[in-house]
């Protein structure tokens, strides 16, 4: 199984900038795509972006050329840099990763969340 540690979150003036870290750790055969979701209050939860492990990424529309995600794989850990941030933005934030868990069964895990407030 995987287990997820997300760090990062906190109060942000606009315009300011936050980068979140999701570290994955446990005993897997891989780690496939990892990504982030996000939750605003009284919202449904939707993907902000997702990596690949081959590096291949995609973003929401709604934060293409603002928000960053990276990956480094011998940490299995997924960032996403988070610049010129709005009051929008806010909500909370999760990591998700796909594993394959053995060469032929693949899980998805989710972090347990990590608050982003822009606000002044």
């Known amino acids: 199984q995987v287990q997820l540690v997300e760090s990062g979150g906190g109060l942000v003036q606009p315009g300011g900038s936050l980068r979140l870290s999701c570290a994955a750790s446990?005993?897997?055969?891989?780690?496939?795509?990892m990504g982030w979701h996000r939750q605003a209050p009284g919202k449904q939860r939707e993907l902000v972006a997702v990596?690949?492990?081959?590096?291949?990424?995609n973003y929401a529309d709604s934060v293409k050329g603002q928000f960053t995600i990276s990956r480094d794989n011998a940490k299995n850990t997924v960032y996403l840099q988070m610049n010129s941030l709005k009051p929008e933005d806010t909500a909370v934030y999760f990591c998700?990763?796909?594993?394959?868990?053995?060469?032929?069964?693949?899980?998805?895990?989710w972090g347990q969340g990590i608050q982003v407030t822009v606000s002044s």
């Open positions: 990596i690949t492990s081959g590096g291949r990424i």
């Open positions: 998700n990763v796909d594993a394959s868990v053995t060469m032929f069964r693949r899980m998805n895990f």
């Open positions: 446990g005993s897997v055969f891989s780690i496939n795509n």
